[in-house]
């Protein structure tokens, strides 16, 4: 069974370690702020300027004026700093994110990821993705396996524009969590209850099942 979008956010979580600096991106990157575990001290960084933000509001705590990269309403906890986007930035393209966590529409074997634009589809802009991807050394993706239409999302060879070449080295689908070396896709983790026999018919590029792979618990 696929997994549910909360489900894939908490997985995303357990690749957090304490003390680390974390952007998430738009989409289901952001709701891995409601699974920080409760004993781990983790800041997450806004590309709009904000170093500590929290939980999802609820609507006691909403503050419209209170919102991340996406327009989205968040809240800041204990301890936040709030500053202006270019020194956000400057954080970014300094390397000083331990971890970030983006969607994209597609990955491919050699790291390649397309996230930013679907031709002849209207849509924001790059954002702050390609300065995410070009000053990070571990990022991972979170998105469904394959599209609505049924077609591989883990290709041999992107199709769509890139975002940033040879930088992707983790992704979880819906389906699995996998490791990209060598040119492959390393299958690390499977869904619960999701067969390894539909992994392999839902990724194109070239996959790699180990004899060791596991499944994931929650």
């Known amino acids: 069974m696929a997994l549910t979008r909360e489900q894939m956010a908490q997985r995303v979580a357990r690749e957090l370690k304490d003390g680390y600096y974390v952007n998430l991106g738009i989409g289901i ?3 891995v702020a409601n699974y920080v575990p ?3 001290d983790v800041m997450l960084q806004s590309e709009n300027g904000l170093l500590g933000m929290g939980e999802f509001p609820t609507e006691s705590t909403l503050d419209a004026d209170m919102i991340n990269a996406g327009k989205q309403t968040v809240t800041a906890r204990r301890g936040a700093s ?7 930035f400057a954080m970014i393209r300094g390397g000083h994110v331990d971890l970030t966590v983006l969607g994209a529409f597609e990955v491919d074997v ?3 990821i397309a996230s930013w634009m679907i031709p002849g589809k209207l849509v924001k802009g790059m954002g702050g993705a390609m300065d995410l991807v070009a000053g990070a050394d571990n990022i991972i993706v ?4 394959a599209s609505k239409d049924g077609e591989s999302k883990l290709l ?3 199709s769509l524009p890139l975002t940033g070449a040879g930088c992707i080295r983790k992704v979880l689908t819906d389906l699995a969590y996998l490791e990209i070396e060598d040119g492959a896709f390393i299958l690390r983790e499977t869904a619960p209850g999701v067969s ?3 992994i392999i018919e839902k990724t194109a590029g ?3 099942v180990p004899d060791d792979v596991k499944e994931m618990t929650f």
Do not use: R, W, Y
């Open 206 to 208: 070239k996959l790699i």
């Open 82 to 88: 709030i500053f202006d986007s270019a020194q956000s």
């Open 142 to 145: 979170t998105m469904t396996h």
């Open 29 to 31: 990157p952001t709701l």
């Open 196 to 198: 390894v026999e539909e």
């Open 38 to 40: 409760a004993d781990m």
């Open 110 to 112: 050699q790291g390649n």
């Open 156 to 158: 041999a060879q992107c």
